[in-house]
């Protein structure tokens, strides 16, 4: 059994995070948006939780070495290390580019996971507990790249008014930048919901 799982407890007492566009306003640069990737639930999650698969996975057979056990873990490290690459891009669809990587590794961990456990590699609850957490990591990254795609040129386009008032977002700006990716403390309810940082939904 792995520890006390903390990291799961992650999913509850971890801050969460706030879009900060440059100079202070997303009208100034509205495609450039300062980023601290150690300040996101997602990154912080998906960095705790590489102790566990490796520990989980430690139990794989000798033969699986290079294949079941490998192929996990290498997915594991993929999802906080695209995260970072990602903040670091210049522009929003630079960092959703990551993201979505980061999405796809996340989801690639879940099926291997529970092969593992259903060929006996896997203790079952801890792969059981471990594919859990990423049900609700995934969620977490789905919720952020649907805020930032609110921030990309073509939503600022379409949400231009005709009139020369200052921009709108056709989705919500305040939203988008206090979205506290509040999936990782729950699933939806059915519909589009972004609760702000530090707050209930």
């Known amino acids: 059994m792995v520890g006390d799982w903390t990291c799961v407890r992650l999913l509850r007492d971890y801050e969460g995070f706030r879009l900060r566009a440059l100079e ?24 705790a939780l590489i102790g566990p698969v490796y520990k989980v996975t430690g ?22 290390t695209n995260i970072v690459e990602g903040s670091a891009m210049p522009t929003t669809s630079g960092y959703l580019r990551f993201l979505y990587v980061s999405l796809g590794s996340a989801t690639e961990v879940s099926y291997p996971l529970g092969l593992g456990v259903r060929l006996g590699f896997v203790h079952e609850t801890d ?50 930048l206090r979205a506290g990716v509040a999936a ?3 699933a939806e309810d059915g519909r589009r919901h972004v609760t702000p940082a530090g707050e209930e939904g």
Do not use: M
Not at 64 to 76: K, P, T
């Open 24 to 47: 202070g306003t997303i009208f100034a640069e509205p495609d450039r948006v300062a980023r601290d990737y150690s300040q996101l639930r997602v990154f912080v999650l998906s960095d």
């Open 127 to 176: 792969g059981l507990r471990l594919i859990l957490a990423y049900s609700r990591l995934i969620s977490g990254l789905q919720r952020l790249a649907n805020s930032l795609e609110c921030l990309k040129p073509e939503a600022r386009s379409r949400g231009r008014p005709k009139s020369t008032a200052p921009l709108q977002l056709t989705c919500s700006i305040d939203a988008a």
């Open 59 to 80: 139990h794989c057979p000798p033969d699986e070495r290079f294949g079941l056990r490998s192929q996990i873990r290498r997915a594991a490290v993929s999802v906080p």
């Open 184 to 186: 990782v403390d729950g």
